[in-house]
């Protein structure tokens, strides 16, 4: 596992070039995508390079971590949605490669991993760190040889993911995630972490011992980890 610290602005830079460097050894990579508010500076600096030429995703396939249970694509809190506005949309990848969890069709679920492996396999999986350890949706005590599945989520997901929502009751109760086996299956990973509310789990998933009470420690096992942390979310390290 390589550790990486700097500005969130740096962070995000540097996490970029490892899309540059992917996608010039092997344009049609496939790609897992992540949401929520951290890759968000990531996003925007794709945007960038792809605009100034020095990427391109136009042969490339991408697969999303995770949807909610009950939103479909149009929502403006689903996942389908957010990829769409945050990095599809300004990037030159074909829309029919883009996939992201139905959150509809759920029983559909195990199929994900079945067109993961078809397409050739997640080159390079991009994830953040819930404050409970989570990765994807995959919440504390999800078994490590989960696949594609559907999970109820936790109250204390639920209230940090409130702040997307008009109300706590509005958020759903349940997700579509990758499962750990799903994403210890990519050939590198990449998780990004960023503000002092990350700190004490980004020691604990380093640090402390692999166990599925703490899912991300589970990439203390994968071969090819990087992970890129602001100041603060490195502060206990």
């Known amino acids: 596992m390589k550790i990486i610290i700097d500005t969130p602005e740096k962070v995000a830079e540097m996490a970029a070039q490892r899309y540059v460097e992917l996608l010039k050894e092997k344009p049609d990579a496939i790609l897992g995508g992540a ?29 999303n971590l995770d949807e909610y249970v009950g939103l479909d694509g149009t929502h403006d809190q689903s996942y389908r949605y957010f990829m769409d506005k945050n990095l599809f949309e300004h990037i030159d990848i074909d829309m029919a490669n883009t996939r992201v969890p139905s959150g509809i069709n759920t029983e559909i679920a195990a199929e994900y991993d079945k067109e ?10 991009l ?7 989570h990765i994807g949706f ?18 204390s ?11 706590i009751d ?19 990973v990449i998780l990004i972490a ?6 004490p789990i ?26 890129f942390l602001d100041h603060e979310a490195a502060s206990l390290l």
């Open 116 to 125: 993961i492996e078809a397409a050739g396999g997640i080159d390079m999986q």
């Open 170 to 188: 509005e958020v759903p109760t349940h997700a579509v995630t990758m499962g750990i086996k799903t994403v210890m299956n990519a050939k590198k």
């Open 35 to 63: 949401t929520g508010s951290t890759p968000l500076l990531l996003y925007a600096e794709l945007a960038r390079l792809n605009k100034a030429g020095e990427v391109s995703f136009a042969k490339a396939k991408s697969f």
């Open 138 to 155: 995959n919440e504390p005590g999800t078994p490590f040889g989960s696949i594609t599945h559907v999970v109820e989520l936790t109250e």
């Open 127 to 133: 994830l953040g760190i819930g404050n409970n350890g």
């Open 202 to 227: 980004v020691r604990e998933f380093i640090k402390g011992a692999v166990t599925e009470e703490v899912p991300a420690s589970v990439l203390q096992l994968h071969p090819d980890v990087e992970v």
């Open 157 to 167: 997901t639920r209230q940090a993911n409130a702040r997307f929502f008009e109300s």
């Open 194 to 199: 960023t503000g002092k509310a990350k700190a």
